[in-house]
């Protein structure tokens, strides 16, 4: 299967972060793609992403119906959990720096 610029591999290992501040979506995906030095990919349609390194990227879950922060950011890779652990990390550390209060990273598998 091919999505994106890489072609995917298989399984899906994910790693979250939350974030607790009022935020769209986009405007997320727009600091995110700030943060490593990327752009939006599909943006506009439902499952915008943003590249982080070759086989990782991260998406955003806004809650629905108005309910309040926070957000999650979901850092996946196809190829390890590890890869995926190594990105969020390093996505998080970024946007510390650009002033926001993320939580650490946590693990799961999608």
């Keep these: 299967m091919r999505?994106?610029?890489?072609?995917m591999t298989g399984a899906l290992h994910a790693v979250t972060l939350v974030v607790d501040m009022p935020?769209?979506?986009?405007?997320?995906?727009?600091?995110?793609?700030?943060?490593?030095d990327g752009g939006v990919e599909d943006a506009g349609t439902?499952?915008?992403?943003v590249w982080l390194a070759p086989h990782a990227w991260a998406e955003v879950e806004i809650p629905k119906f108005a309910?309040?922060?926070?957000?999650?950011?979901?850092?996946?890779?196809?190829?390890s959990g590890e890869v995926a652990w190594a990105q969020a990390r390093r996505l998080h550390d970024a946007l510390e720096r650009l002033g926001w209060d993320?939580?650490?990273?946590?693990?799961?598998v999608r």
């Design 3 to 7: 999505r994106g610029r890489f072609a």
């Design 46 to 49: 439902a499952r915008p992403r």
């Design 67 to 79: 309910d309040p922060p926070p957000f999650a950011i979901d850092v996946y890779s196809d190829v």
């Design 102 to 108: 993320v939580e650490p990273p946590r693990a799961g």
């Design 23 to 36: 935020i769209t979506k986009i405007d997320a995906l727009d600091v995110i793609a700030f943060a490593a």
